[in-house]
């Protein structure tokens, strides 16, 4: 059994920065990759960023420039640095990832993190 636990959510005015955590825990073999995506009432999930375990990036158009991606394989954490941040941010963000088990390919989602972004 895998399990991602995210933390970092919060208010925060427009224009500010937060940074997202999220930490797997449990049994496999190595993680493939590791991304964010998000979800605002009444709107579809949607990719955030993805890197995977070569390091290869993926984001978003509308985060290009604002938002990082980064992972720390020696602690199986996978992080987001969100700066010049803008209501439309405002969502639940999610961490997603996909392991390598004894069983195969598993993925998983953790249980999101409220970004909210107003004045």
């Known amino acids: 059994q895998v399990q991602l636990v995210e933390s970092g959510g919060g208010l925060v005015q427009p224009g500010g920065s937060l940074r997202l955590s999220c930490a797997a825990s449990?049994?496999?073999?190595?993680?493939?990759?590791m991304g964010w995506y998000r979800q605002a009432p009444g709107k579809q999930r949607e990719l955030v960023a993805r890197?995977?375990?070569?390091?290869?990036?993926v984001y978003a158009d509308f985060v290009k420039g604002r938002f990082t991606i980064s992972r720390d394989n020696a602690k199986n954490t996978v992080y987001l640095q969100m700066n010049s941040l803008k209501p439309e941010d405002t969502a639940v963000y999610y961490c997603?990832?996909?392991?390598?088990?004894?069983?195969?390919?598993?993925?998983?989602w953790g249980q999101g993190t409220q970004v909210t972004v107003s004045s």
């Open positions: 997603n990832a996909e392991f390598a088990t004894t069983i195969g390919g598993v993925g998983s």
């Open positions: 890197i995977t375990s070569g390091g290869r990036l």
């Open positions: 449990g049994s496999f073999l190595s993680i493939y990759h």
